[in-house]
């Protein structure tokens, strides 16, 4: 920008400088390996479905609630699926918001014991806890599908949202959160592989 001062000379205003810290910028991998960037990019597209699911869920069940309280209040009229709809979109968001979790590292974590392990001997560690995670949520999926097998037996309905369907909720949140943990260690063990330290997360700036 151009300023004209009072003794007639022309001054330019230097440009504003570009902020370093960029919190709308995504986030980026520098030390990522040709393995670890292709797991990734297919582990963020899953997470993405998990969101905009989890988004859609929500929608709909506030709609539902919301248009029920209105049309009972105002026309005295109930909709019958509101329960159903309630009920398992709160299930459906409680078993992917697990999985979505996950995706994103936000479970508990040993930090205590973390710290004071060295870059190389926290991905063992990493490694480690998602072995464990595996089997336990396999024990957890098989308890799911044994809730399935019991909702057959003794439920016979057609409805949308019966039981059933909303049992084979579980083994579906314990398998991608399974999926997740896999994701997670393979890019864990190619950085083993590779000698590398822990991936470090930087705000790219393009």
């Not at 400088?17 to 990019?41: C, E, F, I, Q």
């Amino acid at each position: 920008m151009v300023s004209a001062p009072s003794d007639g000379v022309e001054q330019v205003e230097p440009p504003e400088r570009a902020s370093h810290l960029d919190l709308g910028a995504p986030l980026s991998y520098p030390d990522d390996g040709s393995l670890s960037r292709a797991v990734r990019r297919i582990e963020t597209w899953i997470g993405r479905v998990e969101q905009g699911a989890l988004i859609l869920l929500l929608a709909c069940v506030v709609l539902v609630a919301a248009g029920h309280a209105l049309l009972d209040r105002f026309a005295e009229i109930q909709l019958s699926f509101k329960d159903d709809v309630v009920r398992g979109g709160t299930f459906a968001m409680a078993m992917l918001g697990a999985a979505f979790a996950s995706h994103q590292v936000r479970h508990l974590s040993m930090d205590l014991v973390s710290r004071r392990l060295s870059p190389r001997a926290r991905l063992f560690l990493q490694v480690a806890l998602a072995v464990f995670t595996i089997v336990i949520v396999v024990l957890f999926v098989r308890s799911g599908l044994h809730v399935v097998a019991q909702e057959r037996t003794f439920q016979q309905d057609d409805r949308l949202l019966s039981s059933v369907r909303i049992a084979y909720l579980i083994p579906l949140g314990g398998g991608l959160i399974i999926l997740h943990t896999v994701l997670h260690a393979i890019i864990d063990l190619d950085y083993i592989i590779r000698r590398k330290t822990p991936p470090e997360r930087i705000r790219s700036a393009h």
